[in-house]
């Protein structure tokens, strides 16, 4: 489920087309902690974010995502500021078959920190069982 999730990955990476750069790092399997899981259930998970590129490129980029994830089949569940004292805008989608989930986030660069500009972007695989 690990390969999927990061083939879905990148096909939310190329409707951004974003220039900018990403982070790398694979999908890792966690267990699922829905309620009526047992130890042999697990999600993957991609987490990873495109940098280093104008804020007004990234924006745009999660406006395409908000034009394309409709026309490749996904639902969107939320659209709107996320529960940060940022209130960044999020968006969040689940695939036709529901197999995957994907929340992008838009972070504007803070003095705190020193957080650069970012578009944060999760896919989740469903919960699957491991035998």
């Known amino acids: 489920?690990?390969?999927?999730?990061?083939?879905?990955?990148?096909?939310?990476?190329?409707?951004?087309?974003?220039k900018g750069k990403v982070t790398e790092s694979g999908a890792m399997t966690a267990p699922c902690t829905d309620s009526g899981s047992d130890e042999k259930t697990f999600r993957a998970r991609h987490p990873w974010s495109v940098h280093q590129a104008p804020f007004a490129e990234l924006k745009a980029g999660m406006e395409r995502l908000r034009r394309e994830l409709p026309r490749d089949g996904w639902e969107i569940v939320k659209d709107g500021p996320d529960s940060s004292t940022a209130k960044?805008?999020?968006l969040?989608?689940?695939?036709?078959?529901?197999?995957?989930?994907?929340?992008?986030?838009?972070?504007?660069?803070?003095?705190?920190?020193?957080?650069p500009e970012l578009?944060?972007?999760?896919?989740?695989?469903?919960?699957?069982?491991?035998?």
């Not at 390969?3 to 974003?18: G, Q």
């Not at 995957?100 to 838009?106: G, I, Q």
């Not at 578009?119 to 035998?131: K, N």
Request: aromatic share 4%; net charge negative.
């Open 119 to 131: 578009l944060e972007v999760t896919v989740d695989s469903a919960c699957f069982r491991s035998e």
């Open 88 to 90: 960044s805008p999020q």
């Open 1 to 18: 489920m690990g390969a999927e999730t990061e083939k879905t990955s990148s096909r939310v990476l190329e409707m951004l087309a974003v």
């Open 92 to 115: 969040v989608a689940e695939s036709a078959g529901r197999e995957f989930a994907v929340d992008a986030r838009l972070h504007r660069a803070s003095s705190v920190g020193k957080a």
